[in-house]
């Protein structure tokens, strides 16, 4: 079987975890905690960062710095993941679901300034597949409104927007460096902070709202609960095994990046004959080649891909539900519909993208999809 994925591993992450261990500290916030921020800070010229467990952990963050409260209104994407709503519903936000692109599952610029109202806070934008929004017309929007932008860049870590890194652009940003990622550490996330109104308050919310590291720099005499917070801080552990991933980025990208474009030279015929489409790259946005997906003419041709596949011992997978859609929120959503969101829900097809992915495997994988298509 070949997998949709398989996290990769550069050689050096148990080395690193040995020697965290052997430092006698592996509760977080150590050596290779700060060394990992270094790297952000250093590589891609961002503010403020702190590593989180998760993306989800981040996001969280970002509502309790936002000072979310009930009744306080948030624009987001339906298409993404629950962790990007749940963050904000939990400080009591009200959810306004934005649509799609037409072109790109990414949210639709467009569309935002129609769901701004005077009770409106933030938008939270997603970033799918690593492929920027258009972050000039989000930030002149929330900057006419005195609205915050969060950057829901989980899967957006080395990709750009007009050379700008994701992350960096908006008030607060989010990675994710789940095993599924580009760069990974099993479960683990990135806070980036670009406005200095939130630093010293990230830094306390992160330390279960205590002013613990301040103490431990020697800036304070004593440390004590200051704030909310939580325990959003990873194991020394998870930051030793990350920061070997961190020291690989260029091979791991470039690889990736090999595969990418493989599967789109393999492919192409599929969308000149109108079989499917391909991902549209936008004009603003570099490629970090975090997936490559296929867009179906229907929910049906669709599962049956999946199916045709898996008898080849392919894995294939779709993506998101429409959260405005789900179980849990359509009986509260009062919205209009969103059509591009639905579409992507029923009709994008992930392959497989890893690392250990050979070409020979990627051609097998090409193969199989175009004979699919040519016996329809």
């Not at 004590?224 to 095994?241: I, K, Q, R, Y």
């Not at 492919?267 to 970090?288: D, F, G, R, V, Y």
């Not at 509260?332 to 579409?343: A, F, I, K």
């Amino acid at each position: 079987m070949i997998p949709f994925n398989k996290p990769y591993l550069t050689g050096k992450e148990t080395h690193y975890i040995e020697d965290a261990v052997k430092r006698g500290k592996i509760s977080g916030n150590g050596h290779y905690t700060k060394k990992c921020h270094e790297f952000f800070e250093t590589t891609y010229g961002f503010n403020k960062v702190l590593l989180t467990t998760s993306c989800t952990d981040a996001l969280e963050m970002c509502a309790i710095l936002l000072d979310i409260q009930p009744g306080d209104e948030v624009i987001l994407p339906s298409y993404t993941f629950v962790s990007t709503a749940n963050a904000f519903m939990l400080r009591g936000a009200k959810l306004v679901f934005a649509d799609s692109r037409n072109d790109h599952p990414g949210i639709d610029e467009e569309a935002l300034a129609k769901l701004v109202t005077p009770k409106t806070k933030a938008i939270v934008v997603v970033h799918y597949a690593g492929v920027a929004c258009d972050m000039g017309k989000i930030m002149d929007l929330a900057n006419k409104n005195d609205l915050f932008v969060v950057e829901d860049a989980a899967q957006g870590i080395d990709a750009t927007y007009k050379g700008k890194p994701l992350g960096g652009i908006g008030h607060l940003g989010c990675f994710s460096f789940h095993e599924t990622k580009n760069i990974q550490c099993g479960e683990g996330g990135l806070l980036i902070i670009n406005d200095n109104r939130f630093v010293e308050r990230a830094e306390i919310i992160w330390e279960k709202g205590t002013n613990r590291a301040a103490f431990f720099r020697g800036e304070i005499d004593k440390y004590g609960w200051v704030d909310v917070g939580s325990s959003f801080l990873p194991s020394e552990l998870n930051a030793a095994f990350l920061y070997a991933q961190l020291e690989n980025i260029r091979d791991i990208q470039d690889r990736r990046i090999h595969i990418w474009s493989l599967y789109k030279e393999q492919l192409n015929q599929l969308e000149s004959a109108q079989h499917a489409t391909l991902p549209h790259m936008l004009e603003h946005a570099s490629n970090n080649a975090h997936m490559f997906y296929l867009l179906c003419s229907s929910l049906e041709e669709r599962s049956a891909l999946i199916d045709h596949l898996k008898s080849k011992k392919i894995l294939s997978v779709f993506h998101y539900l429409s959260l405005h859609k789900s179980p849990y929120f359509a009986d509260r959503y009062q919205g209009n519909e969103l059509p591009n969101s639905d579409r992507y829900t029923d009709t994008l097809l992930r392959l497989p993208m890893y690392y250990e992915l050979t070409d020979d495997q990627v051609h097998e994988i090409a193969s199989h999809i175009r004979s699919f298509y040519q016996n329809q």
